[in-house]
């Protein structure tokens, strides 16, 4: 895990009621994060998503997820790292719908 994928997970997905998984297969793909109960996929991205390439394949990527019914929250390691409450806050507010 990246370092803002360490910190989502030990300060706050891992502490919550509902259960997430961790670097979890779907399809041909590793979510970072997924819950079962609610079908959300988080995804933390790193500088290698943005080029033109990666973002062609990350769209691709989210329109297969979704064909499953599952919902994909997407974060960059700089929101994380540097506004983690208003991430978490994010998440909570969806999490609370």
């Known amino acids: 895990m990246t370092i803002a994928e360490k910190k989502l997970w030990n300060n706050y997905l891992k502490k919550l009621k509902i259960r997430f998984l961790r670097q979890r297969p779907i399809d041909n793909f590793i979510v970072d994060f997924y819950c079962a109960n ?3 996929v988080i995804e933390i991205d790193g500088e ?3 080029s033109d390439e990666a973002k062609v394949y990350d769209t691709q990527r989210i329109l297969i997820l979704e064909s499953y019914g599952l919902q994909v929250i ?3 390691n ?5 506004n983690f409450e208003g991430v978490c806050g994010y998440i909570e ?3 609370n719908k």
Not at 78 to 82: A, G, Q, S
């Open 74 to 76: 997407r974060f960059t």
């Open 93 to 95: 507010d969806y999490l």
């Open 48 to 50: 290698s998503h943005f």
């Open 78 to 82: 700089e929101e994380v790292l540097k």
């Open 38 to 40: 609610l079908k959300l």
